[in-house]
T-cell receptor, first 116, second 113 residues
């Protein structure tokens, strides 16, 4: 059983450019989450999908951020007009929600974004 | 806001048990306690979770107090590879059935030879 994969692992971009990250969840997992982690801090929740529906967004997710999960499988997170404050590790997690007890989120390795 | 309090750092001798404490005094009756760890530059790794009862798996044991206001993660025989930041998390239910993990500062565990 392969784990959550994320691409690219590292991205360096100039301020003002658009970037897109991809997350491939564990096969059959119906829930997918995005988190952001800045240096020295724990991850912070950004948004959540159940199948293809985006059901929750954090106030951290500004209008420059958009996430999709078009067929309920992989997901993309796009940041438009990047700012230096967007520099962070972007983490994706997936879970198979068969019950409240069995809804454990498994994380990918993350995409580290550096905005120059 | 994070709902847990952990010591910022701890040391443990290799081969000894590592006991990591966590306070979650405002936890609600249906909220789960999760433990993850994060090794430098990697994604968080799930360790264990519990609701009321003590739990054990191949990685660790989780001891939850009867009033559920605190818990302890036990790594029975710590190795150098267990050096990581350990996060104690209270899982918060979202309005649309999902669950949000709210990470605090974690405990940086250093296992020493």
């Amino acid at each position: 059983d392969t784990g959550v994969s994320q691409n690219p692992r590292h991205k360096i971009t100039k301020r003002g450019q658009n970037v897109t990250f991809r997350c491939d969840p564990i096969s059959e997992h119906n829930r997918l989450y995005w988190y952001r982690q800045t240096l020295g801090q724990g991850p912070e929740f950004l948004t959540y999908f159940q199948n293809e529906a985006q059901l929750e967004k954090s106030r951290l997710l500004s209008d420059r951020f958009s996430a999709e999960r078009p067929k309920g499988s992989f997901s993309t997170l796009e940041i438009q007009r990047t700012e230096q404050g967007d520099s962070a590790m972007y983490l994706c997690a997936s879970s198979l929600a068969v019950s409240s007890w069995r809804d454990t989120q498994y994380f990918g390795p993350g995409t580290r974004l550096t905005v120059l | 806001d994070a709902k847990t309090t952990q010591p910022p750092s701890m040391d443990c001798a290799e081969g000894r048990a590592a006991n990591l404490p966590c306070n979650h005094s405002t936890i609600s009756g249906n909220e789960y306690v999760y433990w993850y760890r994060q090794i430098h530059s990697q994604g968080p790794q799930y360790i264990i979770h519990g609701l009321k009862n003590n739990e054990t798996n191949e990685m660790a044991s989780l001891i939850i107090t009867e009033d559920r206001k605190s818990s302890t993660l036990i790594l029975p025989h710590a190795t150098l590879r267990d050096t990581a930041v350990y996060y104690c998390i209270v899982r918060v239910a979202l309005s649309n059935a999902g669950n949000m993990l709210t990470f605090g500062g974690g405990t940086r565990l250093m296992v020493k030879p």
